[in-house]
Structure formats: structure tokens, C-alpha cells
């Protein structure tokens, strides 16, 4: 189980470095010289030259990227002289925009994508699944039909506008919600609550649908196997087979389903945070990719894959544990 | 494959067909299950209705005798923001669903002429998408080792970017050029994993089944063993996710559009539509339920259709 | 040399020049004071934003926004009076100095008298040493990329790279504590503007290198930073050692400011409108084109301000590059452009005014007549048919424009597609991403047939207008402002006589009738003049627009009407 454990973190590594040098590759090679856009609307042919040794981007572009490699593990120092600039590990390096420390940028927005990410999560995982395993276990009734044609349509709606009927309905029109705000649960645990519900709700409807399409279809997998057929033969109840035979193997698919989204969110839900104002991950991704801000982008990029990587490794480790079939050998 | 990148960040999967159904014969019945089934000849019909739109377009233009880009201040208000002139966003005998706000241009004919980007983004993707994906596939799950070794790392490579984010970012790194080759490129090289993922996994087992065995054993190549003994059997497998995964580009070229990296004017497409109609949901709320009735209407009838469709087959490998 | 940005990301959060036209049409709400009535003392403004401010250091930012917002926290040797009922808040006046300054030796040497019981936030006396060091600052090769006018007009050793590498300015004397001497490299009439630039600002001796200003910065204003976090919220609370007796520009009425940056655009303008909670004491940028019809209501038009942003929206026309050389195609494009279309896609009448001539309404001596009239701005296609057929193009050709990414620049840009598309040219857009599009079209070599930009005057009047646009000694290889590339030697000989001038409303004047010579070459179409409409909470007071911070609320007179709400 350690070599295991030790095999799939070393996989992570790689990973990690793959992800690392091809979006270097990418963003430091296709876009704009950085140097001229951080020169600014006066800018002349020196001052891009002070700029471009001080990045370090008059070097060769493998020694470059060795820099921006030893700088995430051992930090490293920017300029010269009187303008040394020391940026301490983990060095995602300073935004081209504002000049402000990277890795900060993201200690300080990651709680807002954080907050939204688990609290999605949790609507969508108590409405899906609860709504799947019913409809599983009803097949068939009015009950089945209607909750999945509403699934249907409600993992049809982009989210963009759903976001816009929901604020327009909840906060102007019956003026239940305040307006979504990044407030910090510290400040006014209502005001919290009040003002992230919405971009919950939003961003948990449209993972509650599949989900509840899945656990749907895997509980009725499960209920059609030959070893539930023995179970109903004892006499159980539909509940009791559910909840004593049913509900592990009709979730354990789940389990991995979710590791990945919920890891992938980690990294900011883009949409949502944009249109809700929500100074998250996701919304200085995309800030920084309208200001061609590469350091950002980068860390931004690295951050999700890290999460994603990670959630993949946690999946597959509870995998083993929820499934005994699965050897821990295998793969 | 990609129906949730419509949503944030990574997609996850809907759920293949389990198991491979068996070869041949059973499209006859299939056909039959579907007809009966009133949601998927609804869904149809309107996908047909959708396609001969897009076909269409340019009749459509001259039967409303407007081009998809010609301006018509007279229909709106300058005074109020260019709002449309008339009620429900201008709908009238000259412009039949209507006029864009602030330059008039006729919104029946830009749904029409967008549907064929929507539609020819997302078809060429999951063209792309599927070639590659079953042809990898196919490849690391008959071949196994080194071969399987390889592609399956390439494809944990690829599943880790965070695809929308990735996908922002390198559109709007690059040269405006040809934003919809731009698009389906970039989709395709993010989407095909999904896909080969689970082919890889039931060309694992059904090399091992009995009839792989005896046609092996019967000396058959590899050549042989893959194009008349496998691939017949991921077919329904095949026909569902490519299915389900035409929506799923068609709310991610719409989610691209909406974020500014989609296609570039004066080109009509659905996302841009929509992301153009945001602002004016309150005073114009038509410009808005238009075009997101098509695209819902059209996602939801792909999902329809792959969904029954993967119901029909599962069944039929039951039976 | 302010470039106007047409979608006014930064530029409109609040920027200056004249019209306070308020729209308070409609019997008055009940109870309900107007924005435009004074202001009580202490409470907290709100503003609701989009992007967060450029920067916080005078000498790094430079848009109309931010010139606004610096106001507040700092002061210069004069700046402009305050926008108010009477006043359009244009016109300069002492600030940190006694009076507007005496020239002398031809305008060569300008003095200034600073005031008494002037203090930093940290109780330090403002000296005319501080003066001086926050000038020289603007020299740091890393500092000084915001207001070029210091670098342009005062004398300076050509190496001279600022206080932190090269130290003192000699052609900035200081002989006592008060009184500060500036030698310029040329008559410079206009130099009490100069110094109302945001980077005269004053810093205690040897602060601020490292960017330190951009997050702590040290006020000389009544308010100063007491929390800043980037990209998310700034909070500005009373400076106490500002002493209201020596400022008569800033009333200054609340005790503290909020800002609340990265909202979604359209989410800022219904809260607004919805006025909900502490939104009642809020401000916003300016409003979407959407919004303007909502905006129709008695009760909100009440509390809906307009206002002018002094720039001109236009097209450039590369006069080096293929049919455009010739003048009468460049003529038969200023007539088959529709500037009505290119109005609409600002948002209409409320937002933009179709353009006639180069300088927009708000510049003295400026000369309205149109060289190329047409029916309301609407285009002449027949007039330019003919032109085109004179000059052998009547099959037309393909005109490559380039344009920024975003929804309003893109949608100018097919305004103009479709307006030459009436004869017969052929417009392909080029897109270009915003961050790099100034990069683009200021290099020469890359930038192509026309450009869709704009430019705002950096105080009115047809200096700072006219010949950063037109001046073709100017043309450069990168940066270039020039983008016509029109290098006529008699606008160059008019240039240089005008700004010999001693009277500056002859100065105007003969910049009024610059213009039209200008355009009788057609080196750019001016498509329209844009404006500004803005909703403001029903609690908020003293709100004035001012031409001089491109149309936003002159932020030293706001203000909220009761402060305990």
C-alpha cells in the first residue's frame, strides 16, 4: 500500500512539471514580449531593457524556465543592486499588472474559491444523490419521469444565465438575497450565508442534475444484479436493500465522479465568480487573461492541475478503500 | 465527454453503455424503440428543423430581406440606448423574432446564420474528438504495454489542465486568425481523452472475450482483429457519447463566446448572441429568450436523443 | 496625452471636464434631496467598481479615474477648482501654492509660493524640497510612466534617471522652504496646467522607490489609505493633519470612502437602481447602454447625472499605406462612414453625439463646421462614390481596421464595416487584444490601414489636442501618436506658430481653425464625442460630473445628503 501510495505521488510530480513547462512554453513563447507590456503608455527602447534583464528575460529560455522552476521550490531574486527583489519559496513570481507578489494574490483569493467550491458541493451532492437514489429506487413512477426530465433541462441551462434570472428574481424582484459579495464568514456569518447562497445554488444545479442522472442509473445497475435478486427473495423491503446492499456499489462510482469536479472547482469556477463579482481564483484567472497577465495565468493554470492531480490520487485511494474488488496492485 | 465543460472547470463523464452490445441487426430496432418514444421524435424533429435553418440561412435572409449583418437604425431607439423600437424586442412583420438592440440587425436571420457555426463547431469537434479518441483508444487498450503506457500518460497529462481556463487563455494568447478552426482545435485537443478513456477500457476486456480469442486463434491480424471484431463492438458506445458530447461543445463555444474568446464580429453565433443579450435581459428580455431558447432547446434535445438512444441500445443488450 | 478608451474601463470611473448637465426632470420624489444639492458633513461613500485603480502612485498612474481619485489623497502645486453649480470645473487655481504661479523670462522660469501649515499624513511639514523630489521622480525609469508634460517641458541633463539613481535636479531650485523654481527647456505659456499634473505631487525625501506608493502611499490630501487590498476594496479615512483653512478646492465632506472592485457590470447598475442597504450612499461607473432605458422613470432620472468626457472617438487612416494615399479616398471614406451607427454602438444618444470636427464641444476656440457634412452624421455614400470614381477605386477594395477586443470597440468597429460596405469597400476587423493594442497601433511597422481609438485632451484647450495627433516631427517608431502618419510640412509651420503664441484664447482660437485645415486632408475620421450618464444613490450629495476627470463626479465635492443613514 506505501509503494503505492509512493508510486502514485512521484506520478503527481511528473505530472505537475509536464503541466509546468507546457504552459511556460505556451505563454512565454506565443504571447506579447511581457517587457512591453509592463512598459507602459511612455515607454522607451531603454526602459524595455531595464525591464527585460530584470525579469530575467534576456536569458536563453531554458534557463528561464530552470528559474521559474527553482523559484517555486527555493524562491529565487529578481533584479540587481539597489532594486534586489527577493521573492521566497513557493516563487510563482510578481504580476505584470500590479506588481504584487503572485503567490499572495492567490493565499488571498483561494478562501473565496474555496468557500464556493464546498458549498456547491454540498448542495449538489445532498440534492443529486438524494434525488437519484429515489428516482432509482421509483423507477419508473411520475415521480422518476418528472425529476429527470428536469434534470434534462436544468443540465441544459447555461450558467451564465441562470445566474442572471436567479439574481434578478431572488435579490431585485422578491428580494430575498442581499446582492453576492465576497464577505468573509468571520465578519457576519449571515451576511456570509446570505450572500454565497446564491452562487451555490447556481453553481450546484447544474452538477446536482448529472448527478442525480448517474446515481439514478447506477442504482438501478445495482437493484437489476443477481445478488440484490437474492436479497429480494429474502422478503427485504426496497428501502432496506437500498440502504443495506444498494448503496455502496451504487456510489462508489460517484465517489470518483466527485473527487474530480470538486477538485477541478478548487482551482475557481470561472463563470460564476465573474458574473457574480466574487474576487475569487476563477475571477483573477480571468482578469488576468484579459490583461495578458502571464505570472498569474501560469499560477492559476498550476494551482488547478495541482488540485485536479491531487483529487485524482485521493479518489483512487478511496477507491481501494470502497471497493474491494479493486486491488491496490492493479493500475 | 465534454457535457459539463458547459459548467466550470473539468467535465465529468456521463455514465457509457455497459458492456459492448451486440453486432449488428439491431438498428432496425432500435430505430423502431426511438420512434415510439415521443420526447426523442420531438428532439429529433427539432434538430431536423435546426439543421435545415442553419442549411438555409441565406434563403432565410432573402425571405426576410435582411443579411445577417445589415444594420436598421430605424427599428431602434437611439434616445433610449438603442433599445428595439415596438413591443416584445421589435417583433414585427418586418423582423419576425425581433432586432438586436443598438443596430437593428434581424435577429431570425442571425440565429439561423449563428446556428451553423454552433453547429459546425461543435459537429467538427466531435468529429475530430471521436477519430482521435477511438483510434487511441483502440490503440493503448489492444496493444497494451509500451502503446498503452504512453497514450494513457498523454491523457493524464491532458485531464489535468483545468480545460476552460486553458482554453480561455491559449484563445486569447493567439492571433485572432480563424477563431472557429481556432475553436475546434482547442476542444478537440482538451475532449478526446474522455472518449478514448473509455473505449481503452472496453477494448481491454472485450480483447480477452471468447470471440477475439477463437478469431485470433483462427489467424486472424491485428488489423483484422480490431476493424471486424472490436470496433463493430464499441459502436453503440461510440454513437452515445458522440452524442451527448455535440451539446456539450456547443455550451462551451457558447461559454467561450460569453467570456470574449468565442468567434469575433460581426460573425453571428448563439453564445455571442446570448452574451451580447445579457445586459438587456431587463428592458429586452426577448433579446435574451430568443437565442437561449435555441440553444436550450437544441442541447436539450441532443441530451434527449443520446439519452434514449443509450437507453434503446442498453436494452437491447439486455434482451 | 491621455488616450481616450472608448469602453472606459478605467478612464470612467471618474474623470474631469465641464457640462454638470443634471437631468432632474420630473416633479421631485418626495423627501428625496437631489445629488447635485450640497452635502452634510461625515459618513462613508461608497463606489462600486469594475477594475480596481491603475495606480495609487501619482507618478506610475495617469487616466481620468485615477487623476480624480488622487485628489483626494494628494495635492499639487494648483489644480483645478472643483466641479459645482457654478463652476465646470476647468479652471486652475492655487492648491498647494499661493496662486497659479509667475512666469518670467518669456514664460522660461516659473515660481511658486507654497501655503503655510501644509503636513504629510505623518504631521511632517510639506517643504518645497518634497516638491521637488516628487517631480524628480518622474524621471525613475521605473517610476515616471505616468504624466509625460514634466519630462517634456522642464530643462533636465539627458541622463538624468531620477532622485533614487541620479539624485538632485538642478533645474529645480529651492531657495528657501517655501518657494520653488522651475527652468524650463522652451517657452511654455500653459505651465499652471504643467503643474496641476498628478505626478507634481509631494513625498518626504528619499521615499517611495519600489513601487512603495502603489500600496502605501503618503497623503498630502484630506483623506489617506487605511486599508488597500488589491483588486478587492480601498478605504480612504481622514487625514487629520490636512487643515481645511489652506485648501479652498476640497470640501471634503465624508468622513471615510469605501471602493468595492471587480464587479460584474451589470450587477453595479442594479444595485443602483435597486438601491438597497448602504447602496443608497453609492456611485458607480458609467452606466451600461442597457440601462438607459430604465432610466426614464421620474424617481431615477431624479437621481441620474450627465455629463461630457472631452474625447473624441475617431478612426485613424494610415496615409502611407496603399489607396489611402490618395487624399480623395481617404475624403470619400469620411463621407461613406455613418456616425450616427458608431453612436449607437456606444449606447445612443444619452452616451455620444456624432462628431464634426477633430476637437470635441468642450475645447475653447473650437470650430464646429464639418468639412464633410451629411444629413445628421449619417454619410454622404453618393459624394464618396464620386470621390472614389475620380480617384479609380469605384470597384472598391479591402480596408483592414484594427480594433480592441471587447463588445464596444467591436461593435464601433462593424458600425464602420457597415457603413463603407454602402460603397463598396470592404472593411476586415482586426482584432487585437486590449492589453496590446496600444503596442501595436504605436509601431508603425505593424499597425495597418486604420485604427479605431480615441484621445482625450489633457486640459482644454487645442495644445494638448491637435498636435500629439498631427504633428508628423513626432512620428516615431514605437509609441508613435501620429498615427495618420501625415507628415505636411505647412500644419507642421501653422503647429509651431500657434504655440508661440502669448494669448492663449488666440491660441485656442487658431487651433479651432487648425482643425479644419486638418481634415481638409482627411488623416482621420472623427466618429463621435462621447458621454457619460451615471446613476447615483438617493443618499448621495454633491455630485457633480467635471469634464476634467472625463465625465465622472469631481470626487472632492461629494458628498452624501444625511450622513446618519
Given amino acids: 500500500m506505501l509503494r503505492y501510495v509512493a508510486g502514485r505521488l512521484s506520478w503527481v510530480l511528473v505530472i505537475l512539471l509536464a503541466v509546468c513547462v507546457f504552459t511556460y512554453v505556451i505563454f512565454f513563447q506565443l504571447s506579447p514580449d511581457p517587457a512591453v507590456m509592463i512598459c507602459g503608455k511612455t515607454c522607451t527602447p531603454e526602459r524595455i531593457d531595464t525591464i527585460r534583464t530584470s525579469l530575467g528575460l534576456d536569458r536563453p529560455f531554458l534557463q528561464q524556465l530552470g528559474d521559474f522552476l527553482r523559484g517555486i521550490v527555493a524562491g529565487r531574486d529578481y533584479g540587481s543592486g539597489a532594486n534586489l527583489v527577493h521573492c521566497p519559496a513557493p516563487c510563482l513570481g510578481y504580476s505584470f499588472q500590479s506588481g504584487q507578489s503572485v503567490w499572495e494574490m492567490v493565499l488571498e483569493r483561494l478562501p473565496v474559491s474555496v468557500t464556493v467550491a464546498v458549498g456547491a458541493a454540498v448542495l449538489w451532492l445532498l440534492g443529486g444523490v438524494t434525488i437519484g437514489l429515489l428516482s432509482g429506487v421509483k423507477e419508473g413512477t411520475w415521480w422518476d419521469r418528472s425529476t429527470m426530465a428536469l434534470a434534462l433541462g436544468g443540465s441544459s441551462i447555461p450558467p451564465y444565465v441562470l445566474a442572471l434570472a436567479l439574481q434578478y428574481l431572488l435579490v431585485v424582484k422578491w428580494q430575498v438575497l442581499p446582492f453576492p459579495a465576497a464577505i468573509p464568514f468571520g465578519d457576519d456569518p449571515v451576511a456570509w450565508f446570505q450572500s454565497y447562497l446564491m452562487p451555490w445554488i447556481v453553481l450546484a444545479i447544474g452538477y446536482a442534475c448529472l448527478y442525480a442522472r448517474m446515481t439514478r442509473a447506477n442504482v438501478i445497475d445495482t437493484l437489476a444484479e443477481n445478488f440484490m435478486r437474492t436479497a429480494r427473495a429474502k422478503g427485504l423491503g426496497p428501502v432496506l436493500i437500498l440502504r443495506r446492499h444498494a448503496l455502496r456499489p451504487a456510489l462508489t462510482p460517484i465517489v470518483t465522479i466527485f473527487g474530480m469536479d470538486f477538485a477541478g472547482l478548487l482551482g475557481g469556477a470561472l463563470i460564476t465568480e465573474t458574473v457574480f463579482g466574487l474576487n475569487g481564483v476563477g475571477k483573477m484567472a480571468s482578469d488576468a487573461i484579459a490583461k495578458n497577465d502571464q505570472p498569474v495565468i501560469m499560477a492559476v493554470t498550476l494551482l488547478a492541475a495541482f488540485f485536479v492531480v491531487i483529487g485524482n490520487v485521493v479518489v483512487d485511494l478511496l477507491y481501494t478503500a470502497l471497493d474491494p474488488r479493486v486491488r491496490t496492485t492493479a493500475s | 465527454m465534454a457535457t459539463t465543460t458547459l459548467h466550470e472547470a473539468q467535465p465529468s463523464l456521463p455514465s457509457p453503455p455497459t458492456g459492448a452490445a451486440p453486432p449488428g441487426g439491431t438498428a432496425r430496432r432500435v430505430l423502431r424503440e426511438l420512434r415510439r418514444d415521443i420526447g426523442a421524435v420531438l428532439s429529433t424533429a427539432f434538430l431536423v428543423l435546426i439543421v435545415l435553418m442553419a442549411l438555409f440561412a441565406p434563403l432565410i435572409g432573402t425571405l426576410a430581406g435582411h443579411g445577417p449583418d445589415t444594420f436598421d437604425s430605424a427599428a431602434v431607439d437611439k434616445d433610449l440606448g438603442g433599445l428595439p423600437k415596438g413591443s416584445l424586442g421589435g417583433i414585427s412583420g418586418d423582423h419576425w423574432l425581433g432586432v438586436e438592440p443598438q443596430n437593428g440587425r434581424d435577429i431570425l436571420v442571425r440565429i439561423a446564420y449563428g446556428a451553423r457555426i454552433s453547429m459546425l463547431i461543435a459537429v467538427s469537434a466531435t468529429l475530430l474528438t471521436t477519430v482521435i479518441g477511438v483510434v487511441l483508444g483502440l490503440l493503448a487498450g489492444f496493444y497494451g504495454r509500451w502503446v498503452d503506457q504512453v497514450i494513457s500518460r498523454l491523457m493524464d497529462f491532458l485531464m489535468a489542465f483545468p480545460a476552460l481556463i486553458f482554453m480561455i487563455a491559449v484563445l486569447s494568447a493567439l492571433p485572432a486568425g480563424n477563431r472557429p478552426v481556432l475553436l475546434v482545435i482547442v476542444l478537440s485537443v482538451f475532449g478526446w481523452p474522455y472518449l478514448a478513456r473509455v473505449v481503452r477500457g472496453q477494448t481491454l476486456t472485450l480483447t480477452g472475450r471468447e470471440f477475439v480469442e477463437a478469431a485470433r486463434a483462427s489467424g486472424a491480424g491485428s488489423r483484422a482483429l480490431i476493424f471486424a471484431e472490436i470496433l463493430p463492438n464499441l459502436r453503440s458506445t461510440i454513437i452515445v457519447m458522440t452524442t451527448l458530447a455535440v451539446p456539450g461543445y456547443i455550451g462551451t463555444e457558447a461559454g467561450l463566446s460569453f467570456l470574449g474568446v468565442g468567434v469575433t464580429p460581426p460573425t453571428a453565433s448563439w453564445g455571442q448572441m446570448i452574451a451580447n443579450s445579457v445586459s438587456w435581459y431587463q428592458v429586452d428580455p426577448m433579446y435574451f429568450v430568443i437565442p437561449g431558447a435555441f440553444l436550450f432547446g437544441t442541447v436539450l434535445a441532443l441530451t434527449v436523443v443520446g439519452d434514449r438512444l443509450r437507453h434503446a441500445l442498453d436494452a437491447g443488450e439486455a434482451s | ?565
Fill in chain 3, 1 to 565: 496625452m491621455r488616450r481616450a478608451v472608448l469602453s472606459c474601463a478605467a478612464l470612467c470611473t471618474a474623470i474631469p471636464l465641464t457640462l454638470t448637465a443634471c437631468s432632474g426632470g420630473g416633479p421631485a420624489a418626495s423627501g428625496q434631496a437631489k445629488p447635485t444639492a450640497d452635502p452634510a458633513t461625515g459618513g462613508t461613500v461608497h463606489f462600486l467598481e469594475k477594475p480596481d485603480f491603475s495606480h495609487l502612485d501619482p507618478a506610475r498612474g495617469f487616466d481620468g479615474g485615477v487623476n480624480n481619485f488622487y485628489r483626494l489623497i494628494y495635492r499639487t502645486l494648483t489644480t483645478r477648482e472643483a466641479a459645482g453649480p457654478h463652476s465646470d470645473g476647468t479652471k486652475i487655481v492655487g492648491d498647494l501654492a499661493t496662486d497659479t504661479g509667475r512666469a518670467s523670462e518669456n514664460n522660461k522660469t516659473w515660481t511658486f509660493t507654497l501655503k503655510k501649515g501644509l503636513f504629510f499624513q505623518n504631521g511632517a511639514p510639506i517643504t518645497s524640497q518634497d516638491v521637488k523630489f516628487g517631480v524628480e521622480r518622474a524621471w525613475d525609469p521605473d517610476a515616471g510612466i505616468g504624466s509625460p508634460y514634466a519630462k517634456q517641458v522642464i530643462a533636465a541633463p539627458a541622463d538624468y534617471k531620477g532622485p533614487y539613481q541620479s539624485g538632485d535636479l538642478d533645474t529645480i531650485e529651492t531657495p528657501d522652504e517655501r518657494t520653488i523654481v522651475f527652468h524650463l527647456k522652451k517657452s511654455y505659456p500653459q505651465f499652471s496646467s504643467v503643474v496641476a499634473q498628478p505626478n507634481f505631487t509631494p513625498f518626504p525625501k528619499g521615499t517611495g522607490a519600489k513601487a512603495a506608493f502603489d500600496t502605501k502611499p503618503i497623503a498630502s490630501g484630506p483623506y489617506e489609505v487605511a486599508n488597500y487590498r488589491r483588486g478587492s476594496s480601498l478605504e480612504l479615512v481622514r487625514n487629520k493633519h490636512w487643515k481645511r483653512s489652506t485648501d479652498t478646492v476640497r470640501a471634503a465632506r465624508p468622513d471615510s470612502f469605501v471602493w468595492t472592485f471587480g464587479l460584474d457590470a451589470a450587477t453595479i447598475d442594479e444595485r443602483l437602481i435597486a438601491g438597497q442597504g448602504k447602496d443608497i450612499n453609492a456611485v458607480g461607473p458609467k452606466v451600461q447602454p442597457a440601462t438607459i432605458a430604465r432610466l426614464q422613470t421620474p424617481q431615477l432620472k431624479q437621481r441620474t447625472l450627465a455629463g461630457v468626457t472631452g474625447c473624441t472617438t475617431y478612426m485613424s487612416l494610415n496615409t502611407t499605406k496603399g489607396p489611402l494615399r490618395d487624399v480623395r479616398v481617404r475624403q470619400a471614406i469620411e463621407y461613406a462612414v455613418n456616425k450616427q451607427t458608431t453612436v449607437d454602438a456606444l449606447g445612443g444618444s444619452a452616451l455620444a453625439t456624432a462628431a464634426t470636427s477633430i476637437e470635441p464641444p468642450s475645447i475653447p476656440g473650437r470650430d464646429a463646421t464639418d468639412v464633410y457634412p451629411s444629413k445628421d452624421g449619417t454619410g454622404d455614400p453618393e459624394a464618396a462614390r464620386k470621390l472614389l470614381a475620380e480617384a479609380g477605386q469605384s470597384k472598391g477594395f479591402t480596408l483592414t481596421v484594427d480594433a480592441r477586443a471587447n463588445a464596444t470597440e467591436q461593435a464601433v468597429a462593424v458600425a464602420v464595416q457597415q457603413g463603407l460596405k454602402r460603397v463598396g469597400i470592404k472593411v476586415k476587423i482586426n482584432t487585437i487584444d486590449t492589453s496590446t493594442f496600444y503596442e501595436v497601433i504605436g509601431t508603425p511597422s505593424q499597425q495597418h490601414d486604420a485604427a479605431l481609438t480615441g484621445w482625450c485632451p489633457d486640459w482644454p484647450g487645442g495644445t494638448t489636442f491637435l498636435p500629439p495627433l498631427f504633428d508628423g516631427r513626432l512620428i516615431s517608431d514605437k509609441g508613435n501618436s501620429v498615427l495618420s502618419m501625415l507628415d505636411d510640412k505647412k500644419i507642421q509651420k501653422r503647429i509651431d506658430e500657434i504655440a508661440a503664441m502669448e494669448d492663449e484664447t488666440a491660441q485656442n482660437e487658431a487651433y479651432g481653425k487648425l482643425d479644419a485645415e486638418i481634415m481638409k486632408r482627411a488623416p482621420i475620421v472623427p466618429l463621435n464625442y462621447s458621454k457619460t450618464v451615471l446613476v447615483v444613490g438617493t443618499n448621495i450629495a454633491g455630485a457633480h460630473t467635471s469634464i476634467s476627470y472625463s465625465g465622472g463626479i469631481d470626487l472632492v465635492g461629494i458628498g452624501l445628503a444625511d450622513p446618519k443613514k
